[in-house]
T-cell receptor, first 113, second 115 residues
């Protein structure tokens, strides 16, 4: 079975600082996609960033970037210049072939003023 | 605006009662999904449907039922067999279904509680 582990249930960061959320997964597949979703207090799920496993270059979306280590099966999310609006639950979600998206248990991030 | 509409926002169930959560989309997406969210558990898949009149069980389908009579609608019924239904329920959709890597679009959710 393919599993996803987010080892940090809760984290906090000072405003304007940088924080990294970790995610590891287990799969025997070679081609897949990886997603990070954000769920703010409104509980609306929002896509943050997406990485394709066959691409060596790490994906970047403004202040959000990933550190994708395929051999280690690791997909961490880095948030730079943290803002109060980044306070949310963050879910790592791998997408393997012919299966629905699998979500980790999430990391609750609090940005402190 | 295109999107996914879930209703109601809050729902209360009495013992032994079946309740139905509504999910409607105007994105013209083929696939629709139901997830359950409990505190500390992340999102777990209940059912999904990739085409009208067809659906598959997810990881936690027991006590739930669905139908897909129209492309834009995918209602979820929480039956009396579901002994612990209190949770936040999220509906999602994407183009192409599980064979693609298209992102999921989510509704705003329904909070179900037991009276």
């Amino acid at each position: 079975a393919q599993t996803v582990t987010q080892s940090q249930p809760e984290m906090s960061v000072q405003e304007a600082e940088t924080v990294t959320l970790s995610c590891t997964y287990d799969t025997s597949e070679n081609n897949y996609y990886l997603f990070w979703y954000k769920q703010p207090p409104s509980r609306q799920m929002i896509l943050v960033i997406r990485q394709e496993a066959y691409k060596q270059q790490n994906a970047t979306e403004n202040r959000f970037s990933v550190n994708f280590q395929k051999a280690a099966k690791s997909f961490s999310l880095k948030i730079s210049d943290s803002q109060l609006g980044d306070t949310a639950m963050y879910f790592c979600a791998p997408k393997f072939a012919n299966t629905p998206l699998v979500f980790g248990k999430g990391t609750r991030l609090s940005v402190i003023a | 605006d295109g999107g996914i509409t879930q209703s109601p926002k809050y729902l209360f169930r009495k013992e032994g009662q079946n309740v139905t959560l509504s999910c409607e989309q105007n994105l013209n997406h083929d696939a629709m999904y139901w997830y359950r969210q409990d505190p500390g558990q992340g999102l777990r898949l209940i059912y999904y449907s990739q085409i009208v009149n067809d659906f598959q069980k997810g990881d936690i389908a027991e006590g739930y039922s669905v139908s897909r009579e129209k492309k834009e609608s995918f209602p979820l019924t929480v039956t009396s067999a579901q002994k612990n239904p209190t949770a936040f329920y999220l509906c999602a959709a994407n183009r192409g279904g599980i064979k693609t890597n298209e992102k999921l679009f989510f509704g705003s959710g329904t909070q179900l509680s037991v009276l």
